[in-house]
């Protein structure tokens, strides 16, 4: 049976540290999976724009010997000119696998039932799966076990938030969600990632006070305003200032490692003198994109 990945929200503990250790084989050995998608086609269907997800996904399947296909939204909205499970259901008639990047989660919904190839979500507004295994496994390169791991996001309760808490959950980590009033993490996503890091031996906690960053090792943002949010950055710049990334944030949590998922806007949610500094782990965790991307096209492929 074919296996979307649409969150990982109910992953098995075991599974999702197989995906992990093999992203690190794939990174480290990139020559063994030179065939690994040999002969298999991808629709990249973006509805919003991207750098970091299509260009990795595109350099990636190339270095898997796949080929991928590009499509952006066309008039501007994806199911505009059919429904969104018939283009589903078309697109799996050529496609091994369907990369879609949507403005709603529905539409991914969609996409995997109508369509019998694995539908990948490449963001939508409730998650980034693709962003969180890549920034696990960069977290991993530095602190080898997720026990070590202590990371406070600080900032906008969205889509990075919501999958940073489940793939930290599951794979038992300490994940501090710490976000203004008015912007939590949807509180059905909250209770799941508590629910799995329960039974997976993690911890998530979401609050409004910046106290709680005390004792991170890792300081984690993301813009303010995602994609699709038309609300004007004036009205909620007063708001968030507090919960900037920043060298006074970082000293008080006592963390060595700044990350952010990009695009960022300096100095909004997070300083330049971190972005370009020797705690950021920016581009290690943009370059991880295309890595662990890799290890799901395979693990879903293969
Ligand atoms: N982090 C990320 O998904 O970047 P893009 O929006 O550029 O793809
Ligand atoms: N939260 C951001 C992530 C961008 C990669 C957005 O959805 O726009």
Known sequence: ??????????????????????????KRSPQDYRQALSGKSVVALFEKPSLRTRVSFDIGIHMLGG????????????????????????LACWADAIVARVFKHETLELFAQAANVPVINAL????????????????????????????????????????????????????????????????????????????????????????????????????????????????IKEDFAPFQLNAALMKRAGASYAMHCQPAHRELEITSELIDGPCSLLLQQAENRMHAQNAILISLLG
């Open 67 to 90: 080929h991928m296909v590009y499509m952006d939204s066309q008039a501007g909205k994806l199911a505009g000119r059919e429904d969104a499970y018939d283009m589903g259901a078309n």
């Open 1 to 26: 049976m074919k296996e979307d990945l649409i969150s990982f929200g109910h992953w098995q503990k075991d599974k999702l540290e197989q995906l992990l250790q093999l992203a690190l084989k794939v």
């Open 124 to 235: 939508c507004e409730r998650y980034h799966p693709c962003q969180a295994l890549a920034d696990f496994l960069t977290l991993f390169e530095h602190f080898g076990s997720a026990d070590k791991i202590r990371l406070a996001y600080v900032g906008d309760g969205n889509n990075v938030s919501h999958s940073l808490m489940q793939v930290g959950a599951i794979l038992g980590a300490d994940v501090r969600v710490i976000t203004p009033v008015g912007h939590s993490p949807e509180p059905s996503v909250m209770a799941l990632a508590i629910e799995r890091a329960v039974e997976c031996g993690g911890k998530i906690h979401h609050s409004h006070d910046l106290a709680d960053v005390e004792g991170a090792n890792v300081l984690y943002t993301d813009t303010w305003l995602s994609m699709g949010d038309k609300t004007p950055l004036e009205q």
